[in-house]
């Protein structure tokens, strides 16, 4: 069976260039992904790959519509080639099962690892520098702007998970998850007719002023 995947871009909402031409390529059913950017979930694609069987193709009209990183794309390849799946993408002539196809794969690998190892080094030349600058020993009530930013350029590079970056910092989960979370759009505005949020009683007591003389 010849499957295809389909997502959108952040420039272009739609599917309408790629199906034409995965349609062309003999995929039997198409599946479009209406997700875009960075977001984790692709439920469309996880029901593709589950639906795969050993001598089936994935085809693909461009090698960035799989996977949003050379790590991500790697690691769904890998999977298609240990499932025994051929993977094709239409615009690189990219094709697994030709010996070409497989070297191009490696070459990928192989800069992948590349990367990984930079991110790694840059990032404990950062440690180095945010330690020399921040406060040594205890545990640490916040974190600096540099460390900060070397937390995030920890997670970004997905060779770190939080429990491990917040070993690195001596802070908690939750305190790395704050930072790396996504911010959600501030909708205290709307919906609230106008009226001015209730401050809840714990933060009241701690925006209390003190009195004099205590």
Known sequence: MILGYARVSSDDQSTAAQ????????????YKENL??????????????????????????????LGRSIRDLLTIVDRLNNAKVT???????????????????HFF??????ERD??????LLGLSAARARGRVGGRKKKLSTQQ????KTMWDSEDYTKQEIGAQFQVSVSTIDRIVRPKPKDSRAEGS???TAAVPVKL???????????
């Open 118 to 123: 930079l991110n790694r080094e840059r990032t």
């Open 204 to 214: 009241k007591a701690v925006l209390k002023p003190k009195k004099a003389g205590k």
């Open 193 to 195: 007719g106008g009226k």
């Open 148 to 151: 900060i930013r070397v937390v």
């Open 36 to 65: 875009s950017g960075r977001n984790m979930d692709r439920p469309e694609l996880d029901k593709c790959l589950d639906r795969l069987r050993k001598g089936d193709t994935l085809v693909v009209w461009r090698l960035d519509r």
């Open 87 to 105: 993977f094709i993408s239409l615009k690189e002539k990219f094709d697994t099962s030709t010996a070409a196809g497989r070297l191009v794969f």
């Open 19 to 30: 199906l034409p031409e995965l349609e062309k390529a003999g995929c039997e059913f198409v």
């Open 109 to 114: 690998a192989a800069l992948a690892e590349f």
